[in-house]
């Protein structure tokens, strides 16, 4: 059974840092680009930053390009995302997401329940 | 950038009725779009991938069309369960862009 589970949310100043953490199981991670969406309160879907199953290919949105970082370490399962320089406007649960297809963009077929991050001082 | 909207916003249908949502992409997509169910306080749902194409274990029910920049989706017989917010998707080209969402109620 695939799961994703989401870690590192919280409460951090406008200005701060934090660091999410995605574990992975139950299907070959190294074999699968992810991605990571946010949703702010009382909002949409907003896509953030995708990462290769290589995890050599990144890509962020324009909101987030130069603040935050997408990485793997696929030894251990795991999806990661770097805040930096947090705004109010970063406030959104992020989400973990799966590619459906090996080896190339598609779907999404399998998201994390959210980590919520809330910037304000 | 692909810009994606989505119509209508929200809509009140009564259980059994046919339901209808539309997606429009500001440039030729192909068919690279899915559709994704949201219910409150829960994770994004893959409903249908690739405009059509039914993800395993969704009911038959749901089903999407369309290719180029116009797409639906359609609900044939409204069931309670299905209150939710329904998002369409596009990832033909970067950044993977969501549209506004529709919000589905029950009349």
């Known amino acids: 059974e695939v799961q994703l589970v989401e870690s590192g949310g919280g409460l951090v100043q406008p200005g701060g840092s934090l660091r999410l953490s995605c574990a992975a199981s139950g299907f070959t991670f190294s074999n699968y680009g992810m991605s990571w969406v946010r949703q702010a309160p009382g909002k949409g879907l907003e896509w953030v930053s995708a990462?290769?199953?290589?995890?050599?290919?990144?890509y962020y949105a324009d909101s987030v390009k130069g603040r935050f970082t997408i990485s793997r370490d696929n030894s251990k399962n795991t999806l990661s995302l770097h805040l930096n320089s947090l705004r109010a406007e970063d406030t959104a649960i992020y989400y973990c997401?799966?590619?459906?297809?090996?080896?190339?963009?598609?779907?999404?077929?399998?998201w994390g329940q959210g980590t919520l991050v809330t910037v304000s001082s | 950038d692909s810009q994606m909207t989505q119509s209508p916003s929200s809509l009140s249908a009564s259980v059994g009725d046919r339901v209808t949502i539309t997606c429009q992409a500001s440039q030729d997509i192909s068919n690279y779009l899915n559709w994704y169910q949201q219910k409150p306080g829960k994770a994004p749902k893959l409903l249908i991938y690739d405009a059509s194409d039914l993800e395993t274990g969704v009911p038959s029910r749901f089903s999407g069309s369309g290719s180029g920049a116009d797409f639906t989706f359609t609900i044939s017989s409204l069931q309670p369960e299905d209150i939710a917010t329904y998002y369409c998707q596009q990832y033909d080209n970067l950044p993977f862009t969501f549209g506004g969402g529709t919000k589905v109620e029950i009349k």
């Open positions: 997401a799966k590619c459906l297809r090996e080896g190339s963009w598609s779907a999404f077929d399998f």
């Open positions: 990462i290769s199953g290589s995890g050599g290919t990144t």
